[in-house]
């Protein structure tokens, strides 16, 4: 869309991953614990309604997770049980053990495709949170001014640009639509910056 599109001719370019670059901005980061709060009116994501506040989160990642698992619900919009349960239990873990108990099926009864429709904005939303419950964190995704973040994951397309940062930072600006992945990553910690200007963080 036209906020990617803009994004992409940024002259300045923050590479962030959890092991290269601004590790900073990494969803894994532990730097910067946050309590969760109720989410904003005219969001999309209904479902975590009720189940962010008083709810302590050590890393993006883990509320991201967190997240997935409240997602899951029966026909009639019942939480499982079983996925409230594993939602509980991640938090206290590492966010490497949050992201491998909700991986590949883990999580009974989610749909796939509907969390895959608003997993991108959860990130957004997550960061936007992260802010504002850890001002340390704030003060640093807003100190970021314009740049464009860029999440060097050389395994991942989707969430990153599929490449890590040496090659990244040598692709000229005009080739980065076709060469880079993605990067939803990035998208969802410019989208909060964004908000955070317009007032909304």
Request: charged share 20%; proline share 1%.
């Amino acid at each position: 869309d036209g906020f990617v599109a803009l994004a992409l001719q940024k002259e300045e370019v923050v590479c962030f991953y959890s092991t290269e670059g601004e590790t900073r901005l990494s969803s894994f980061c532990g730097n910067y614990p946050f309590w969760g709060t109720d989410i904003e009116l005219g969001t999309t994501l209904g479902f975590l309604e009720g189940h962010l506040s008083k709810t302590f989160f050590k890393t993006r990642e883990h509320f991201f997770q967190f997240c997935k698992c409240i997602h899951v619900s029966s026909g009639e919009g019942v939480h499982s049980g079983a996925a409230a349960a594993t939602a509980i239990k991640l938090l206290r873990g590492t966010a490497l053990e949050a992201k491998r108990a909700t991986n590949k099926g883990s999580i009974k009864g989610l749909d796939v495709a509907a969390w895959d429709e608003v997993k991108g904005e959860v990130m957004a939303v997550a960061a936007l949170q992260q802010a504002r419950g850890c001002s340390v964190f704030g003060a640093f995704l807003d100190g970021t001014g314009d740049a464009l973040l860029a999440e060097t994951n050389s395994f991942d397309s989707w969430w990153g640009l599929g490449m890590g940062m040496a090659q990244a930072v040598q692709t000229p600006k005009e080739a980065r639509t076709i060469a880079w992945g993605r990067n939803e990553h990035g998208v969802a910690l410019m989208l909060a910056r964004e908000a955070r200007r317009r007032g909304d963080g």
